[in-house]
C-alpha cells in the first residue's frame, strides 16, 4: 500500500464534534498488515461510510496514482482488461450484486458489526 500509506499515517483534522470536548472515538482496524485508526462514525454509520467510499471520491478524490495502485487488487480479464475494471469499478459504487453481495455493503456490515480492535482484516 506504499502509495496510500500517507493517507493512513497522517493525522487526521480533529475538530469539535458532538459531545463537546473535541475528541472523537476512534477504532483501530487491520487493512491487510496496517494497523489504521477510523473514526468509529465512519465505520458504524452506513451514510457516511458511503458518502466516502463512493464514485465520486474514487474519481474526484484519489488520485491517478492512487486508483491505479487499487486496480491492482482487481481482476484481470484477458481482453479489455481497464474497461472490464471500470465497469467492474460502476458496479461496485452502485451497490450491485457480486454473486453473494456487494463487497462494499459487506465490508461496512462488518465494519458495524465486528467489535473494536482487530474489526476486519482485509
Given at each position: 500500500?506504499?502509495?496510500?500509506d500517507?493517507m493512513?499515517?497522517?493525522?487526521?483534522?480533529?475538530?469539535p464534534?458532538?459531545?463537546?470536548?473535541?475528541?472523537?472515538?476512534?477504532?483501530?482496524?487491520l487493512?491487510g498488515?496496517?494497523?489504521?485508526?477510523l473514526p468509529?462514525?465512519?465505520?458504524?454509520?452506513?451514510e457516511?461510510?458511503?458518502?466516502v467510499?463512493s464514485?465520486?471520491t474514487w474519481?474526484?478524490?484519489?488520485?491517478?496514482?492512487?486508483?491505479?495502485?487499487?486496480?491492482?487488487?482487481?481482476?484481470?480479464?484477458?481482453?479489455?482488461?481497464v474497461?472490464?475494471?471500470?465497469e467492474?469499478i460502476?458496479?461496485?459504487?452502485?451497490?450491485e450484486?457480486?454473486?453473494f453481495?456487494?463487497?462494499?455493503?459487506?465490508?461496512?456490515k462488518?465494519?458495524?458489526?465486528?467489535?473494536?480492535?482487530?474489526s476486519?482484516?482485509?
Amino acid at each position: 500500500m506504499d502509495s496510500l500509506d500517507h493517507m493512513l499515517t497522517d493525522p487526521l483534522e480533529l475538530g469539535p464534534c458532538g459531545d463537546g470536548h473535541g475528541t472523537r472515538i476512534m477504532e483501530d482496524c487491520l487493512l491487510g498488515g496496517t494497523r489504521v485508526s477510523l473514526p468509529e462514525d465512519l465505520l458504524e454509520d452506513p451514510e457516511i461510510f458511503f458518502d466516502v467510499v463512493s464514485l465520486s471520491t474514487w474519481q474526484e478524490v484519489l488520485s491517478d496514482s492512487q486508483r491505479e495502485h487499487l486496480q491492482q487488487f482487481l481482476p484481470h480479464f484477458p481482453e479489455d482488461s481497464v474497461e472490464q475494471q471500470n465497469e467492474l469499478i460502476l458496479a461496485l459504487f452502485s451497490g450491485e450484486n457480486f454473486r453473494f453481495g456487494n463487497p462494499l455493503h459487506i465490508a461496512q456490515k462488518l465494519f458495524r458489526d465486528t467489535e473494536p480492535v482487530e474489526s476486519v482484516f482485509l
